[in-house]
């Protein structure tokens, strides 16, 4: 991660109370990080009642063309209606009491036919998905998860999909000692790489999941070789913004 890159995500932590994992990849972060902190800004900047923000991730397609895949969200931010905060006018940034995910779905575009993957609603926070990588036989999904938290403190996560059975992969078993983790790459068909880095003193490791068969082990150290497949193409995208006074 470049040092610009660490405050940009450190500013919108400050700015919105909540968003800034170390973790977020060099390569695609580059490109979306402006809209992911112009997104939190607008959730941050009005002392109205609520606020509603609908996104649209990233778009990750197969090589031939043939599937596509991206995340559609819808984040709220309520404010106490006896916050300080919104008495009169004020041009401050107005934390939230509450932030939840009211919406998450994977959208799956495949041969001109769509399905999608809903998930459940999480009343604790802002979660925004990042479609990274497919496995190499297509079956499985990699996104990364940047979180922020109700009470303020950031996170960060990867989710796997099962797109051939339409669900979600339970991944606990990954990063179990750390604070944040990230997705690095591919290191074998069935295999990629997850950097998991903790609070504090910023301790980092280095895991490997295998898809198949949900396998979890360490490395010693970040693998120098690895692959993605698929196409990441697009930003993140505020697609609708609602304010409630």
Same mark, same amino acid.
């Given at each position: 991660?470049?040092?610009q @890159?660490? &405050?940009?995500?450190?500013?919108?932590?400050?700015v !919105?109370?909540? /968003?800034?994992?170390p973790? +977020?990849?060099?390569? $695609?972060?580059?490109?979306?990080?402006?809209?992911l902190?112009?997104m939190?800004?607008?959730?941050?900047?009005?002392?109205?009642?609520a606020t509603e923000v609908?996104?649209?991730?990233?778009? @990750?397609? &197969?090589?031939?063309?043939?599937?596509?895949?991206? !995340?559609?969200g /819808?984040?709220r931010?309520? +404010?106490a209606?006896? $916050?300080?905060?919104r008495?009169g006018?004020?041009?401050?940034?107005?934390y939230?009491?509450?932030?939840?995910?009211?919406i998450?779905?994977?959208?799956?575009n495949n041969?001109?036919?769509?399905?999608?993957?809903?998930?459940?609603a999480?009343?604790?926070?802002?979660?925004?998905?990042?479609?990274?990588?497919?496995?190499a036989?297509?079956?499985?999904?990699?996104?990364?998860?940047?979180?922020?938290?109700t009470?303020?403190?950031p996170?960060?996560q990867i989710?796997?999909?099962?797109?051939?059975?339409?669900?979600?992969?339970?991944?606990?078993?990954v990063?179990?000692n750390?604070?944040?983790?990230n997705?690095?790459?591919?290191?074998s068909?069935?295999?990629?790489?997850?950097?998991?880095?903790?609070?504090?003193?910023?301790?980092?490791?280095?895991e490997v999941?295998?898809?198949?068969?949900?396998?979890v082990?360490?490395?010693?150290?970040?693998?120098?070789?690895v692959?993605d497949y698929?196409?990441v193409?697009?930003e993140?995208?505020?697609?609708?913004?609602?304010?409630?006074?």
């Open positions: 991660m470049t040092k @890159l660490l &405050t940009a995500l450190l500013t919108a932590n400050i !919105v109370g909540g /968003l800034a994992s973790l +977020v990849a060099q390569d $695609s972060a580059q490109d979306s990080v402006s809209s902190i112009q939190l800004e607008s959730l941050g900047q009005r002392c109205n009642r609908s996104y649209q991730s990233e778009r @990750l397609s &197969t090589t031939d063309g043939g599937t596509e895949v991206y !995340v559609e /819808l984040l931010k309520i +404010v209606p006896n $916050s300080p905060l008495q006018d004020s041009a401050e940034y107005c939230p009491d509450v932030r939840e995910t009211v998450r779905e994977l959208v799956i041969n001109g036919e769509t399905r999608r993957i809903t998930m459940d999480y009343d604790q926070g802002y979660l925004i998905y990042s479609p990274r990588s497919f496995s036989d297509g079956r499985y999904l990699v996104a990364d998860l940047q979180i922020a938290y009470g303020g403190d996170g960060a989710t796997l999909f099962d797109l051939d059975n339409s669900e979600v992969v339970s991944t606990s078993e990063c179990q750390f604070d944040f983790e997705y690095i790459g591919f290191i068909p069935t295999e990629f790489a997850v950097h998991c880095m903790a609070y504090g003193d910023m301790i980092e490791g280095f999941i295998d898809v198949q068969s949900g396998e082990r360490q490395l010693s150290a970040r693998p120098t070789s692959t698929g196409v193409e697009g993140l995208e505020v697609t609708k913004t609602q304010i409630f006074h």
